[in-house]
């Protein structure tokens, strides 16, 4: 957010500067791994819209930068009919229906084009958003860093911020580093960003957060033979939000293994179903896996 910020201010602003209490790329932030999923699959349509804002945007950085950032694989919701019995409350059904409404471009499976098309899955329906894939973040920290250079933006890491205080029609903002006077200032601290707002004379705002990180998280390593099925070719971001999970495919080049995590959605609110780990949806969901070599993935964010 920080680094997309500095990038959009300086096509605006002369000047532009960046303090980042850890370093890029730090294993607290959401710019720390391998690979996210981007998709427009949510149930709001405001959030939908701006996803599907944000797709255009990530288009346009690619051209601007020419680099690869974006892995379109498609973004599969599925459903099983043992785990949610009520497949139309389903979030796979539900956001499918608010894409639907909204135009934007998806297809749909039911269990035996589910079976013909993703063999390695077992589930009653499914729902691809095309749009949807995984975003390569080695790359998109690379493509940042030498187009704010180019651009003459200053980052400075692992800066202290101890105080804001406004004078004028400026703000001195006072750093382990030194002092820095500005026009604006946008902050984008993410689970930090009340204790930069508690620096703020006047301000009592503090907003509602709450970490949210994986429960667990594995790799998985196909049986010989069949992971030409599980490369992003072939196989989409695959979610099944209902029972806190969703899996990215192997990109050559970037991750050798497919990517599985158990979490808790803030966003779905859910009741309890069979599926209390990897394993489990693993057993029931993705059959394909079952013989797959694991290892836990250590390069996850906090």
Known sequence: MGLFTAYHASER??????????????????S????????NDYLDPTYARLAHEAFRLWIDFEQRTGSKVLVRCGCLNIAKRSVTPD???????????????????????????INRRFPYLDADLGHLDLEGGVVDLPAVNRALAL????????????????????????????????????????ITAGHGTNAVLSLLPGSSLQVPITRDRPREAKYLVPPAGARDRFTAEAMPVIAYLDAGIYCHPIVD??????????????????????????????????????????????????
């Open 13 to 30: 602003l002369a000047r532009v500067v960046v303090l980042e209490r850890g370093q890029i790329g730090d294993p607290m932030t959401a």
């Open 147 to 186: 187009a704010l250079g180019r651009r003459g933006v200053r980052t400075l890491e692992r800066v202290e911020t101890r105080s804001i205080v406004q004078d004028g029609a400026s703000m001195r903002v006072t750093t382990d580093r030194g002092e820095i006077v500005t026009r604006s200032l946008v």
């Open 87 to 113: 497949l139309a409350g389903t979030y796979a059904q539900q956001s499918f229906e608010t894409l639907t409404r909204l135009g934007m471009r998806t297809e749909s499976y039911d269990a035996e084009a």
């Open 32 to 39: 720390y791994g391998r690979t996210r999923s981007f998709r």
């Open 253 to 302: 080049g970037l991750v050798d293994a497919v990517k599985i995590g158990y979490y808790n959605p803030p966003d779905v609110p859910r009741d309890r179903t069979s599926i209390d780990s990897i394993a489990s949806f693993v057993e029931q969901c993705m059959p394909g896996l079952r013989d797959a070599a694991f290892r836990d993935v250590e390069d996850v964010d906090g």
